[in-house]
């Protein structure tokens, strides 16, 4: 059998690169752009995109306050605040 006469026309030629992540050399196609080796191709793609945000936790929403109730208590704090007032100015007068 003649293996030589059936590898012509099958040649492709090759670079000899570095991976820029691990250091390690690899052989890629002429002309092609990759910079991974194929091991930190597999590992970078499995790690999130670093200009993506994580996904966020949904949290439970507030019930909204009535505004009416608010207002009642705000009424109800100063008048109670005045109360205790008045009742120290009294027992100041009568010290």
Do not use: H
């Not at 994580?54 to 507030?62: I, S």
């Not at 009416?68 to 009568?94: K, P």
């Amino acid at each position: 059998m003649n293996f030589i006469s059936r590898m012509e026309g099958q040649e492709i030629q090759v670079e000899l690169k570095y991976c820029e992540r691990c250091g390690g050399l690899w052989l890629r196609p002429q002309g092609a752009n990759g910079v991974y080796c194929a091991s930190c191709r597999v590992g970078l793609a499995a790690m999130p995109n670093p200009g993506e945000a994580p996904p966020r936790k949904a949290r439970p929403r507030r019930k909204a306050r009535a505004q009416g109730t608010d207002l009642q208590r705000e009424d109800l704090q100063s008048q109670a605040r005045i109360d205790y007032l008045q009742g120290v100015a009294a027992m100041e007068v009568w010290a």
